[in-house]
T-cell receptor, first 114, second 113 residues
């Protein structure tokens, strides 16, 4: 099992550029989510999905889009990058999304927007 | 809304010292409580969890007890090692919102030999 994988590990963008952060899991988990981690602020939920074809907004969704066409993949799209989106992005998955489930995290993507 | 408050860091200890990292929460209902650990350059991984009041989670010498009366889930370890140096996050997941987790700000622990 590879667990949760994310690509790329590092990315530098210019303001206004778009890109997609990839996330995949091989554990057949129904629930997947994207968080951003900023210094001293913990993790904040961007978007989440409770299954293929179903997505919803988290705490900080503006400027990001997601889709979930398969159980395995949950890409995060930045439509027009802004310096405020400089952060470390983590993808996570859990078996069913119920509150007792453990979340499994990917290694993260460090994004810098100039 | 739900919130998690962790003691402010960073925390620096000598090897074999006793560790406590405080965590208190605000939530409706009966959330599950978690401690995740993040080693340098890596993602978060579960350290321990407790899913109901008075449960004690434990792993790798770390312990935390779910205290509903004080809304707390403090992390403790009797004797820390240099390899315990990491960032520790307290988190909660409410039972009724599809498992969306709320995280504390994290506490950086450095253990010196």
């Amino acid at each position: 099992n590879a667990g949760v994988t994310q690509t790329p590990k590092f990315q530098v963008l210019k303001t206004g550029q778009s890109m997609t952060l990839q996330c995949a899991q091989d554990m057949n988990h129904e629930y997947m989510s994207w968080y951003r981690q900023d210094p001293g602020m913990g993790l904040r939920l961007i978007h989440y999905s409770v299954g293929a074809g179903i997505t919803d907004q988290g705490e900080v969704p503006n400027g990001y889009n997601v889709s979930r066409s398969t159980t395995e993949d949950f890409p995060l799209r930045l439509l027009s990058a802004a310096p405020s989106q400089t952060s470390v992005y983590f993808c996570a998955s859990s078996l069913s999304g119920v509150g007792t489930d453990t979340q499994y995290f990917g290694p993260g993507t460090r994004l810098t927007v100039l | 809304g739900d919130s998690v408050t962790q003691m402010e860091g960073p925390v620096t200890l000598s090897e074999e010292a006793f560790l406590t990292i405080n965590c208190t929460y605000t939530a409706t209902g009966y959330p599950s409580l978690f401690w995740y650990v993040q080693y340098p350059g890596e993602g978060l991984q579960l350290l321990l969890k407790a899913t109901k009041a008075d449960d004690k989670g434990s792993n790798k010498g770390f312990e935390a007890t779910y205290r509903k009366e004080t809304t707390s889930f403090h992390l403790e370890k009797g004797s820390v090692q240099v390899s315990d140096s990491a960032v520790y996050f307290c988190a909660l997941s409410a039972r009724t919102n599809a498992g969306k987790s709320t995280f504390g700000d994290g506490t950086t622990l450095t253990v010196k030999p």
